[in-house]
């Protein structure tokens, strides 16, 4: 392992160190921190800005930016009311969204520990972590891998879990990425792979309608622009007919999605915050100045049995496959 690829990158408040690891391959460099599995920094040759939102200090993955680029679970997105039913037992879950809903697996989801390194070369780093019995409410223990993989111009990411009990496992990559430097997405077009979607209550908890996008706002079939339409839904991906998306900016710069995963979770980011101060290292970061593409589970599908069953039972692997390609139009 070369040293000029690992270096310290700050201290977790229980002195636990977190490590930087740079890998690239061809055009495409990245930087991982272990702290959360985490995607700090991409980059493509004959582009001038970071293709994900990071920052260059570990104190903002510790509060606002606790999902910037992690690897979110032990289930991504959300579950209603923090609890659901398996094989006739009711399971409760920590509420840390508003005490009412478990998000990306509760306040010490994967997002925010500490990971182990386990193996790392010039273009990949794998990263693991196991959770034990119990963990925020799931049931069994948990193993969990995480690696990232450069090609010439696509990052490669790969999840695997095996848990001790059946468990609904659901895993997603949360980076927010800008194909621009401008800080808005609006004029990026976008196109999903997707007949249908998942409505939503106020509370962002699927209604267990499986809607056509057909005459509604959230239809992606054609590629069209964002527009100031705000979007944080899971669209129902039709499998085995090539990208589950594309986005492409006005430069003509163009990220795809391909994935295993059978939703994808678009988020236009329009709540997160801008930073308090500037940062030279770091993309425009504010309202809408990215886009979350999060290949998952569909959200509270432990709640729906109408949904694609996330559980996983014990000694079975869950896997997530996703590689986001990036090309110039």
Do not use: K
């Not at 589970?297 to 069953?309: G, I, K």
């Amino acid at each position: 392992m070369a040293r000029d690829r690992v270096t310290a990158f700050g201290t977790l408040p229980d002195g636990t160190q977190v490590m930087q690891f740079e890998i690239g391959r061809g055009a495409l460099r990245a930087s991982l921190l272990s702290h959360g599995a985490r995607l700090r920094d991409l980059r493509l040759d004959g582009v001038s800005h970071p293709l994900v939102l990071g920052a260059s200090s570990l104190a903002p993955y510790l509060g606002a930016m606790a999902y910037f680029g992690a690897t979110v679970g032990r289930y991504a997105n959300r579950i209603g009311g923090g609890r659901f039913t398996l094989d006739g037992h009711e399971v409760t879950l920590d509420r840390n969204e508003a005490g009412r809903t478990c998000l990306h697996g509760g306040r010490d989801g994967t997002a925010t520990l500490p990971w182990d390194l386990v193996d790392h070369g010039a273009d990949h780093a794998t990263f693991a972590l196991e959770l034990p019995d119990g963990h925020m409410g799931f049931p069994g223990e948990l193993a969990i891998t995480t690696t990232y993989r450069c090609q010439d111009s696509g990052l490669e990411i790969v999840t695997e879990a095996t848990p001790s009990a059946p468990c609904p496992l659901s895993f997603a990559h949360h980076s927010y990425f800008a194909l621009s430097d401008e800080g808005n997405i609006d004029q990026c077009r976008l196109q999903i792979a997707a007949e249908r979607y998942l409505p939503v209550t106020a509370e962002q908890i699927p209604t267990g309608e499986i809607a056509s996008v057909a005459d509604t706002p959230f239809d992606f079939r054609r590629p069209r622009s964002l527009g100031p339409q705000t979007i944080d839904h899971n669209f129902c991906l039709a499998r085995g007919t090539g990208p589950a998306a594309r986005l492409t900016a006005p430069s003509g710069l163009q990220l795809e999605v391909e994935t295993d995963a059978p939703g994808l979770q678009v988020y236009t980011a329009d709540h997160i915050a801008a930073p308090a101060g500037p940062d030279p290292d770091r993309a425009a970061c504010g309202p809408r100045a990215a886009i979350a593409l999060e290949t998952q589970e569909w959200p509270d599908a432990p709640n729906h049995p109408t949904f694609p069953n996330p559980v996983i039972r014990a000694g079975q692997i869950y896997r997530n496959r996703t590689t986001y390609r990036f090309r110039h139009s």
